[in-house]
């Protein structure tokens, strides 16, 4: 069986590596509790896509910090009250919410479909934040200069998923809010997982390929390139001779999705591939792991960073079980 990592019976087992905080509950307490704190101003209007068979919108909210976030909003026609289970879909590092028309599949089965666009990425959301240290490049090190980690970039992104699946369960009046799962791939991946563990009314969800699990493993590594390309840009530029690594990895935990994992209630299904370079397997295993709640993952050998389109049926067959 081909790999770059650690053999599969290793993998299976693996734990991850990157330090958690002792205080790494509270520490998520304490933003749920900012997050739950605010009014999200909720505002909806028809979009300039639309299509046959659904009414697209324009959906911006509040998050933290005071930063306006944008999603795509598909329902089917003649939606009624508390009947449709809903979908929350995030997107891939630097990118955006993506097509419209790609959202349609579920939207012909009866789903609302929310689909975010990042703050601080390529699509519409704002981000009104401020952070110490490095703006230069890269979310995961945003904030890291910063000796509060409740500043940390991925923070804010990981709560404003928790924030749009709670708008989704409690605001949207045609959703039904006991059938509310979320999904998506690499960046996705690592949302989708943050999400349903910072919200666990979350009944279903289906990460591919995660990101932003077990920085530590990724620079043991050496692959601290292409999307984790930051962290060596940041010992490079603020801490060259590595004389606070242990301080950095320990702070990227509160921001390790192998750590939140522990926390979701769904079930799960995760695509998985053991020749990803970009987001190495054991970091993915990490993260599958330490999930204690109903789960179960496919896993694609011969692929990279990229799964086979069989991975986006499964993921349906999966989620329409909502």
Not at 122 to 129: C, E, F
Not at 159 to 178: C, S
Request: glycine letters at 8%; aromatic letters at 12%; proline letters at 7%.
């Amino acid at each position: 069986m081909p790999s770059m990592d650690m053999p599969l019976d290793k993998l299976k087992t693996y734990m991850g590596c990157t330090p958690k905080p002792a205080d790494f509950d509270a520490y998520w307490e304490t933003a749920l509790a900012e997050m739950h704190a605010i009014d999200p101003q909720i505002e909806m209007s028809p979009s300039a896509f639309q299509a046959p068979n659904a009414e697209c919108f324009d959906l911006t909210f509040t998050g933290v910090r005071n930063t306006r976030i944008y999603a795509k909003y598909l329902r089917p026609l003649n939606v009624k009250p508390g009947a449709h289970p809903g979908i929350v879909e995030f997107h891939g590092y630097s990118g955006n919410s993506g097509a419209w028309h790609n959202k349609l599949a579920y939207v012909n089965a009866g789903f609302c479909v929310l689909s975010m666009d990042c703050r601080g990425q390529g699509g519409k959301s704002n981000d009104n934040a401020t952070f110490m240290g490095t703006t230069f490049r890269g979310n995961i090190v945003r904030g890291l200069g910063d000796p509060d980690p409740q500043n940390l970039a991925f923070r804010h992104i990981f709560l404003d998923t928790a924030q749009l699946a709670k708008i989704a369960i409690e605001n949207i009046e045609e959703i039904d809010g006991q059938r509310v799962g979320c999904m998506g791939g690499s960046q996705g991946g690592a949302l989708t997982y943050a999400c349903a563990s910072l919200e666990p009314r979350i009944k279903r969800c289906a990460p591919a390929v995660p990101f932003l699990s077990d920085y530590k493993r990724v620079w043991d590594m050496d692959l601290d390139q292409n999307a984790y390309e930051e962290l060596r840009y940041f010992f490079m530029q603020f801490d060259p001779e590595h004389q606070r690594e242990d301080e950095f990895f320990t702070t990227l935990g509160y921001i390790a999705v192998n750590h939140l994992a522990p926390r979701i209630k769904a079930n799960m299904l995760q695509g998985s591939s053991l020749l990803d370079n970009i987001c190495p397997p054991s970091t993915q295993f990490a993260a599958y792991n330490n999930v204690q709640s109903e789960k179960a993952m496919k896993l694609y050998p011969d692929f990279g960073h990229g799964l086979p389109s069989v991975w986006g049926d499964a993921a349906y067959e999966h989620m329409i079980q909502l």
